[in-house]
């Protein structure tokens, strides 16, 4: 996906509000490329890294759907903006790696 300005600037939004439904977790550091979204966040051990992805791809999936109409003729198989896979370190901050 090529994020554009308004979905860019969406999105920084969508992220924050799912802050507020998860406040033990933190956002150290949102960076949004045009092909793709690096966050930098501290969670507690408590939650799978799993499902802390699956929770941001699939809010932000659903509100950028809704507020970008054009978005689900190009993503068109209905499984979402997202792709399936991830990255994640656990120590350290690395932009080369990512």
Same mark, same amino acid.
């Given at each position: 996906?090529?994020?554009?300005?308004?979905?860019?600037?969406?999105?920084?939004?969508?992220?924050?509000?799912?802050?507020?439904?998860?406040?033990?977790?933190?956002?150290?550091?949102?960076?949004? %490329? =045009?092909? /793709?979204?690096?966050?930098?966040?501290?969670?507690?051990?408590? $939650?799978? !890294? +799993?499902? @802390?992805?699956?929770?941001?791809?699939?809010?932000?999936?659903?509100?950028?759907?809704?507020?970008?109409?054009?978005? %689900? =003729?190009? /993503?068109?198989?209905?499984?979402?903006?997202?792709?399936?896979? $991830?990255? !994640? +370190?656990? @120590?350290?901050?690395?932009?080369?790696?990512?």
């Amino acid at each position: 996906m090529i994020l554009v300005t308004g979905i860019k600037s969406y999105l920084k939004i969508k992220l924050q509000e799912i802050g507020k439904y998860y406040p033990d977790w933190e956002y150290v550091e949102i960076g949004i %490329k =045009k092909d /793709y979204v690096h966050l930098y966040m501290v969670i507690p051990p408590k $939650y799978a !890294v +799993s499902k @802390v992805v699956e929770t941001i791809k699939k809010n932000t999936s659903r509100s950028l759907s809704r507020k970008f109409a054009f978005l %689900k =003729k190009v /993503y068109w198989d209905k499984k979402g903006i997202w792709g399936k896979g $991830y990255f !994640v +370190s656990m @120590v350290g901050k690395n932009e080369e790696v990512i």
